[in-house]
């Protein structure tokens, strides 16, 4: 199934950026190259395609390099599956083969992201023993893009006393978003702890401030079906 996905895009992506304390801003300009992919099961396919979705491509140059999450509350897809592609990657012009899997989605994008190496990401996105996940697009009012991502690090770089796992990837190709942010929570609990203390006001990386540059955002909480807890 990932690897009707997998075609890759060559490019090499730039520096990453510094921590903080406890909750350090979330690595903006990653090493590395990565495919995210929101699916939408077909009526009734839903438990197929997560089968689908968690089934290593063997295939593929490092096969267990991917998380799948599964939606909870949010946007209208189903699953996000993120794969790491590495340094490199190069886009073929050989068809995939034909994937009995097509069928059991109703419809999907597809998007190219820079991102953080995968011992990285794999340190921010592990942990706990019910983690939930907040996974956000988000896209600039035109002339904004930087303001808009200082305050989402300014938001992940925040007074909140809930640890949490960050990582903040930029749109290279592919969909209607500028910015991908992944949040990792140990707990549901942790989360509503978290949501309970966020800055509204016009501090840096609070409600005013990320909706004086965003064009539209959409949020989905999701828990993580691979790798298994």
Do not use: C
């Not at 063997?58 to 794969?83: C, N, Y």
């Not at 904004?144 to 796992?165: C, F, P, V, W, Y």
């Not at 966020?198 to 989905?220: K, V």
Request: glycine share 10%.
């Amino acid at each position: 199934m990932r690897s009707l996905f997998a075609s890759l895009l060559v490019m090499t992506a730039v520096a990453a950026a510094a921590a903080s304390p406890q909750n350090p801003p979330a690595v903006a300009n990653g090493t590395d190259v990565y495919h995210v992919l929101f699916a939408k099961a077909a009526p009734g396919q839903a438990l197929a395609l997560a089968k689908a979705l968690v089934t290593p491509d063997k295939t593929a140059p490092m096969p267990d390099h991917f998380v799948v999450l599964r939606h909870q509350e949010g946007d209208d897809w189903d699953f996000v599956l993120i794969s790491h592609l590495g340094a490199r990657a190069e886009v073929v012009g050989t068809p995939a083969a034909a994937n009995p899997a097509r069928d059991l989605i109703a419809w999907h994008n597809d998007t190219f992201a820079s991102g953080p190496s995968w011992p990285e990401f794999t340190k921010q996105m592990g942990g706990g023993t019910n983690p939930v996940y907040v996974v956000g697009v988000h896209r600039a009012v035109a002339g904004h893009r930087e303001q808009l991502l200082a305050a989402l690090n300014a938001r992940t770089a925040g007074a909140s006393k809930i640890a949490t796992g960050n990582v903040l990837m930029q749109h290279v190709e592919g969909g209607d978003w500028n910015f991908l942010t992944l949040t990792r929570y140990d707990s549901w609990q942790d989360l509503g702890s978290e949501r309970g203390t966020l800055a509204a006001g016009g501090t840096p990386g609070g409600w005013a401030d990320i909706r004086q540059h965003s064009a539209f955002h959409r949020d989905t909480i999701t828990d993580r079906i691979y790798p298994a807890k």
